[in-house]
């Protein structure tokens, strides 16, 4: 083992003598094609590589690196990320550090990543929505490097790198083509009557779980992950796959999902705040993240082949089967794709709403059972339906519990800010930005600030309530930077369908449970947000 090390250590300093040696040559193949158009970043052949213009330099004034921020070092990444873990800084509390550097520096700041290349974040309300609203047929953002690297080193899985990470015509052809189902309000009705089905037994499942004196369940959040699961897994699979079932332990590999999943977004955090060392020496980030891409990929594969084997083995459908299918068979049948992206897109869209969903649930019920007469309000819009399902109707008429929903995703939303690239040169904040810049819109500070929002600290789900009582996003000026799922063209397409579960859950759950967590409830930052876990709450059973 200590002769492999040896060797490995061996080879990283040889390539990275090569990378050295050969800068010219990585940078003008790789990089400039990418950087090209900014002018902030100077491409010397006679210096070999890309370097920061030097104060007498003749540029524009009020450019990138005119902006305010912390200090940079362009070798080993996020230099002030490390400087802060002398005030005990952690990680899975980089929101507040956005914060901090917001209130520090003002509502444009900049960093830089290993390499010297420039990172711009913006808080101000105007700026956002300049970004963001961009008029663009492919709206660019940046991928993620880790899942890039991973997913182009298996061929034998990946025939693209997915959605998320592609750009350009790839990334139009792939979402026109994989989600159009999966977007549609008429198809997604279709799936009302089962969704009611998995609240239920989710509160069957709540209920057992529950200590019998106390009422207290531990762990909430691995019972809502399953839920979240079992949930997807019918909207993207078309069947239930039995993950609350009370009559059984699950089997290992359903709870070594949940944890691959957590795992694979922590290790694309740590990935892109580190040093980038990853890239040409495999170490424990990297090794991580692809082991959970591994167990998801397979875990979640074996469904879909099991799914697939049905399918197969089954002449007819009725015409509620072949409903709840609608979104599977649509996938299977696009025609001019490749399989692998097909079977990968079903694995993504299975992953990516397992925590997503169930991290939702957490935020706002913890919202609305501390927030005074918030619970009792959402109760009186579903009294009627204690014994039986929720309609369609009763939905579209629950102004207020769509109100508490929207103010949950202002507070604490999933995603606290949206990355993209910019398109065209912008002025933003007074400052000329070039084209190809990478901005993170940090949307969540903005929401919190007095100058969007009054009250901005405080829930108030009446502010997204129009004088009739009605729930109406364009009651509030800044509703455009409220996007918890994104906006525009790159807006997540598994939005109808959260939304729809989660007013269904916490309807469903409020009606069964007094409910109240037995801590304040505290966020970590997991490349997406996440309530701290464990979780512990207590569920009375509510008396009419």
Request: with cysteine; glycine share 4%.
């Amino acid at each position: 083992m200590v002769m492999v090390e040896v060797v490995l250590i061996l080879a990283a300093l040889l390539l990275g003598f090569y990378c050295n040696v050969n800068r010219h040559f990585i940078l003008s193949k790789c990089l400039k094609p990418l950087l090209e158009r900014q002018e902030f970043i100077k491409f010397n052949t006679t210096q070999n590589g890309y370097q920061q213009p030097n104060a007498n330099d003749a540029r524009p004034k009020d450019t990138i690196w005119d902006i305010p921020g912390p200090a940079t070092n362009t070798s080993f990444g996020f230099k002030w990320l490390r400087n802060l873990f002398t005030r005990d800084f952690k990680m899975s509390k980089l929101h507040e550090v956005y914060t901090e550097l917001n209130l520090q520096y003002g509502d444009i700041v900049r960093e830089v990543k290993g390499g010297g290349i420039p990172v711009v974040h913006l808080f101000n309300k105007n700026d956002l929505e300049k970004v963001l609203k961009y008029p663009s047929k492919y709206p660019f953002r940046p991928p993620t490097e880790i899942v890039v690297t991973y997913r182009r080193s298996r061929p034998d899985r990946y025939a693209s790198i997915g959605i998320v990470n592609e750009q350009g015509p790839t990334w139009h052809k792939l979402r026109s083509s994989l989600t159009s189902s999966i977007t549609s309000p008429r198809i997604i009705q279709h799936f009302l009557p089962a969704l009611n089905s998995i609240c239920d037994d989710f509160i069957d499942l709540l209920r057992k779980e529950r200590d019998p004196l106390t009422n207290e369940v531990r762990n909430f959040e691995d019972i809502a992950n399953l839920m979240g699961l079992e949930a997807v897994c019918m909207f993207i699979l078309g069947r239930r796959m039995g993950f609350l079932t009370t009559k059984s332990k699950q089997p290992k590999k359903i709870q070594t999902l949940a944890v691959a999943v957590k795992q694979l977004f922590i290790a694309q955090r740590d990935s892109y705040y580190s040093s980038g060392w990853w890239k040409l020496l495999p170490g424990m980030v990297y090794r991580k993240f692809a082991r959970s891409e591994e167990i998801i990929y397979d875990v979640v594969s074996e469904m879909v082949d099991k799914a697939l084997e049905e399918d197969s083995n089954t002449l007819m459908h009725d015409d509620n089967d072949t409903a709840l299918r609608s979104v599977f068979l649509n996938i299977l049948e696009v025609k001019d794709l490749d399989i692998r992206d097909k079977k990968s897109a079903l694995i993504d869209f299975i992953a990516a709403g397992i925590e997503t969903l169930a991290n939702t649930l957490i935020f706002i019920l913890n919202s609305v059972t501390t927030a005074s007469n918030a619970a009792e309000r959402i109760i009186e819009e579903f009294r009627e339906y204690r014994n039986t399902n929720i309609t369609q109707e009763a939905l579209t008429n629950a102004s207020f519990t769509k109100a508490c929903l929207q103010e949950s995703y202002r507070i604490r939303p999933t995603a606290f800010c949206l990355a993209r690239i910019l398109e065209e040169d912008m002025q933003l904040s007074g400052y000329n930005i070039k084209a190809g810049t990478v901005v993170l819109c940090q949307t969540m500070t903005a929401c919190l600030k007095e100058s969007n929002f009054q009250e901005a600290h405080k829930y108030r789900p009446e502010r997204w309530l129009d004088p009739a009582g009605n729930f109406s996003v364009n009651n509030q000026s800044s509703s455009t930077i409220v996007v918890p799922f994104g906006i525009g063209k790159r807006t997540c397409p598994g939005k109808r369908f959260v939304e729809m579960e989660i007013v269904l859950l916490v309807a469903k759950l409020l009606l069964a449970f007094d409910i109240s967590f037995k801590k304040p409830l505290e966020m970590e930052f997991e490349f997406l947000l996440a309530p701290k876990t464990p979780l512990n709450l207590v569920l009375r059973d509510r008396t009419f």
